[in-house]
Nanobody, 129 residues
Framework: QVRLIESGGGLVQAGDSLTLSCADSGSGATSGIAVMGWFRQAPGNEREFVAA????????KYGEVVQGRFTISRDNAKATIHLRMNALKPEDTAVYYCAGDRNSFRPLPSMNSNVYEYWGQGTQVTVSS
């Protein structure tokens, strides 16, 4: 059974960096999940795509608002993904959710939250100005 656990959230200042991690604490079969990604949701806003990565590190997609500042990486052996967030802005404040998509036939990671079957509980990131 897949169980995604996020860690690494916290309170930082604008311009700081932070790294989020997501591990499968269930079956340890995260490497069997085709795509793993991050979404975020701020109060009053819809859930927003951040980044996603396939089994191959070459299969990566980023949301426009984080392109160039965030980097997603994946360690299949450890069933873990990371999100390195640089140059953080107050508008990056949100709950960040880890998600997993079993479908291995998509040519690229999807930005649509509806296709992701597995979700973590979320970790809060707060960026002060």
């Amino acid at each position: 059974q897949v169980r995604l656990i996020e860690s690494g959230g916290g309170l930082v200042q604008a311009g700081d960096s932070l790294t989020l991690s997501c591990a499968d604490s269930g079956s340890g079969a995260t490497s069997g999940i085709a795509v793993m990604g991050w979404f975020r949701q701020a109060p009053g806003n819809e859930r927003e795509f951040v980044a996603a990565v396939g089994r191959s590190a070459a299969s990566v997609k980023y949301g426009e608002v984080v392109q160039g500042r965030f980097t997603i990486s994946r360690d299949n052996a450890k069933a873990t993904i990371h999100l390195r967030m640089n140059a953080l802005k107050p508008e990056d404040t949100a709950v960040y959710y880890c998600a997993g998509d079993r479908n291995s036939f998509r040519p690229l990671p999807s930005m649509n939250s509806n296709v992701y079957e597995y979700w973590g509980q979320g970790t809060q990131v707060t960026v002060s100005s």
